[in-house]
Structure formats: structure tokens, C-alpha cells
């Protein structure tokens, strides 16, 4: 029997959140968990795989709006990909990333983005790896600080309201210039960022909140837990930093100032970090920090004009791009692109390519996380040497991409 995909229904979400839970190993859900989960579910943006009435494929999208450099696109946030360890291998996931791209396009979004599980299986349906992250881990005895701006606000600890009130507001300041990171809404921070019940699972505490503030303005914010331990009667404790976000500089050291000082730490850890931490040029010893880089932020573009004229550049000039798709042939065309301070231009050409790529290379590049020219010495993608050059001066952008928390 054929694979039926559609869009759940409100009463179908229980099954297929358990169905989720199944595909991505993890333990069935406790009721609150769903209960946030289903507050931030788009149905209408919902997929479902059903074999005979059986649910064994699950996909999601959340629309949100993601900076891109000099500004902000619509975007769809692709989430809950799995398929039922039964049904592999016959077609099921395919089916649900073409009829969730083509619902992309005729919604006008220019991307999809996604955080992927697995690194291997999104390039073949035409994402490309546009941001990267990091893993930080440091011994609390060698964090000393010996470079930095001033810190000289107040550091206070907020109860989970206050932060609800306090929080978005840095973030969408921070967001602003930040290409990768994108819009939260009430209910997202209600129900994802900082839900009700958190964690559960697992040997750490309840969470803190903290507030930068400089004259009674917040300026940055750091939420973290604690795991407590001892070893031979010495504190052994671990301190995980969930999300720490500032406006401005000084915030960003008097937030780590004041994360390096928790009492009864031996080890810090943080996830999902900027790959380009300032933090690592300010220790006095910054071999002691640990850092593991991953892939994080995936590109699908699937309207190539409307997503590189939705970017600024950072120096004027043309170039003129052939772009191949061979997963579903939206985004493929020969293309123009002018960057000028007014604004860029994109629109279909027939002039012969300078430099042709994939629509994976093209969404790596979309938001300044790679060079074109280090693309090409990774053989993906063909240019002449002034073209590259030329494109690695108008993509370059600064801050490098960073998505700080997984959708």
C-alpha cells in the first residue's frame, strides 16, 4: 500500500509526538513535555507519514523570521524529521522533505534552516552546512580572566517571570545583528526557551536566571544549571550554561566574570557557542578551554533572488552565478547579482557563469560562514581566481554566523 502524507490534527498529536520520540531513540514523553511542545506546533506546517493508518514518519516547521547579514528573511525552521526504524529505505523520508520544500517556496519563505541530527542525510535534499558551533568545557581553577572591557554593572539573579519580561528584549537587540539567530515568540519563550518544567531527566538541578544590568537596563542575560557533586570531601560540582546572551560587550565579560565565580564548581560547561568566542582570547590561559566544533545551522534556499537580495554585502560589486539543484530544481538558473550601497539585485541571466555551485554551497555561503574561495579548494564548487575573490569580499560578513539555540 502506498504512503499516504499529510498535516495532523489537533487530536492526532499525541501519537505523533510518541511516534517522534520512537524515530529519534528517546524515551516516551512525560505529558508536560508534550503539553509545550504541542503549544509551539504549527499544524497546518505539520507532516505525517501513514502506512495503512500506521504513523511512521513525522515532520515539522516552525516560520519564523532568521537574520541574514544586514537584515532579516522569513524563514521556515524545519523540525521533528524521523522515520519509524520499520519503514527505511522506501521513500518516506524523501516524500516529506519535497512536499515540505515545495510548501516552502509557495509560501514565498527563500530557506529552510534546520539543525540536523545527522550531518550525512540533508545535503542530498540541498541544504548546506551555513553556521557552526561549538562546545566550550574549562576548568573553573583556570579561568582567569586577563583581557576584557569593563564590567561595571549589576549582576542579579530573577525569578523565571521576571526573566520572561526581561530576556526577550536583550535577545531581540542581540538578534539584530546576529545573522543565524532568529525571532522568538511569547509562546516560544514560554514553551521552548524557558518552559515551566525544565529538564527532569538526569542528575541537574532547576534552573537560574541572571540579568546584566547598567543603569537599570538590561544589557545581558545567562540561564544555567547545576549538577553538585563532591570528590574525597572537595566540591566537584559541574555548571552548565544553558544560553548566555549580551547586547554589548562589557555584558558578555560580566556575565563569564560572573559564571567563573559560582561557588562549588570545578568544571563549566557550555553548548551551542559561538565558533568564534571571544571568550577563548580573554582567559589568561586559553589552552585550558576545551572546545569541540559542530555543525549547526543548515540552508535549503529554495528562491535564490529573494534570498541573496534580502542580504547586504560588505564591498559593492557583481558576479554572475550558475546554481545547480538537482534535489527539486526550484533554486537552479543562471543568475545576476549586483551588490550596491542601496541594495542588491538578483534576477535570471543568460551572460556565461563566473562561478557555478550548488544550491548546498550556495546556502553554506548565504550567511558569511565560508568562503567561496575555500569551497573551491574543497573541489565543490568551480570559479575563476577573481570571481572567488570577488565573492569572498561582498559574502564576508561580521559576526560570523551563530544560531545559539536548536529548533
Same mark, same amino acid.
Not at 126 to 138: F, M, T
Not at 167 to 185: E, H, L, N, T
Given at each position: 500500500?502506498?504512503?499516504?502524507? *499529510?498535516?495532523? !490534527?489537533?487530536?492526532?498529536?499525541? !501519537? ?15 505529558? &508536560?513535555?508534550?503539553?509545550? !511542545? ?13 502506512? &495503512? ?42 516524500? #516529506? #522533505?519535497?512536499?515540505? =520544500? ?26 548546506? =552546512?551555513?553556521?557552526?558551533? @561549538? ?20 549582576? +542579579? ?14 535577545? &531581540? ?33 532547576? *534552573? ?21 557533586? &563532591? ?9 552548565? @550554561? ?48 576545551? *572546545? ?7 540552508? +535549503? ?9 534580502? +542580504? ?44 557555478? =555551485? ?7 555561503? =548565504? ?9 573551491? +579548494? ?30
Amino acid at each position: 500500500m502506498s504512503i499516504e502524507i *499529510r498535516p495532523i !490534527t489537533p487530536d492526532e498529536f499525541d !501519537t505523533f509526538y510518541a511516534a517522534m520520540a520512537v524515530g529519534f531513540g528517546s524515551p516516551q514523553p512525560r505529558p &508536560d513535555e508534550a503539553e509545550d !511542545t504541542k503549544a509551539t506546533c504549527e499544524f497546518d506546517r505539520t507532516l505525517a507519514a501513514f502506512d &495503512d493508518g500506521l504513523l511512521v514518519g513525522t515532520a515539522g516547521i516552525f516560520s519564523f523570521n532568521m537574520t541574514v547579514p544586514g537584515g532579516a528573511l522569513p524563514a521556515a525552521g524545519v523540525t521533528w524529521i524521523t522515520v519509524a526504524p520499520t519503514h527505511r529505505r522506501r521513500g518516506v523520508l524523501s516524500g #516529506m #522533505m519535497q512536499r515540505q =520544500l515545495h510548501d516552502v517556496r509557495e509560501r514565498g519563505e527563500p530557506f529552510a534552516a534546520l539543525w540536523a541530527s545527522e550531518s550525512i542525510i540533508y545535503g542530498r535534499f540541498g541544504y548546506g =552546512l551555513a553556521a557552526e558551533g @561549538v562546545d566550550l568545557k574549562i576548568d573553573r581553577l583556570r579561568t582567569t580572566l586577563a583581557h576584557g572591557p569593563e564590567a561595571n554593572g549589576r549582576v +542579579r539573579m530573577i525569578k523565571r517571570d521576571e526573566a520572561l519580561k526581561t530576556f526577550p528584549a536583550v535577545y &531581540d537587540r542581540f538578534r539584530a545583528g546576529q545573522p543565524g539567530a532568529y525571532g522568538r515568540s511569547e509562546t516560544w519563550w514560554k514553551h521552548h526557551s524557558i518552559p515551566e518544567r525544565d529538564g527532569g531527566r538526569g542528575p541537574f538541578s532547576g *534552573r537560574f536566571f541572571v540579568v546584566y544590568e547598567e543603569d537599570g537596563k538590561a544589557q545581558g542575560y545567562v540561564r544555567y544549571r547545576i549538577r553538585g557533586d &563532591d570528590k574525597d570531601g572537595v566540591p566537584n560540582g559541574t555548571l552548565a @550554561v544553558q544560553e548566555l546572551i549580551a547586547a554589548t560587550d562589557a555584558a558578555y565579560a560580566g556575565l563569564w566574570n560572573y559564571i567563573f565565580g559560582v561557588d562549588l564548581i570545578a568544571e563549566i560547561r557550555a553548548h551551542f557557542r559561538r565558533i568564534d568566542e571571544p571568550l577563548l582570547w580573554m582567559l589568561a590561559d586559553p589552552r585550558r578551554l576545551v *572546545r569541540r566544533p559542530h555543525d549547526s545551522l543548515w540552508l +535549503r534556499i529554495v528562491d535564490v533572488a529573494a534570498a541573496l537580495q534580502g +542580504r547586504h554585502y560588505a564591498a559593492e560589486g557583481g558576479l554572475t552565478l550558475r546554481v545547480e539543484d538537482e534535489s527539486g530544481g526550484w533554486a537552479a538558473g543562471t543568475y545576476d547579482l549586483e551588490a550596491e550601497p542601496e541594495g542588491a539585485y538578483c534576477r535570471p541571466s543568460q551572460l556565461t557563469p563566473e562561478i557555478t =555551485l550548488g544550491v548546498g554551497d550556495l546556502g553554506a555561503a =548565504l550567511l558569511g560562514g565560508v568562503r567561496f574561495s575555500t569551497l573551491a +579548494r574543497a573541489g565543490r564548487i568551480e570559479g575563476d581566481e577573481a570571481a572567488l575573490r570577488r565573492a569572498d569580499a561582498m559574502f564576508a560578513w561580521e559576526p560570523l554566523p551563530w544560531c545559539p539555540e536548536v529548533f
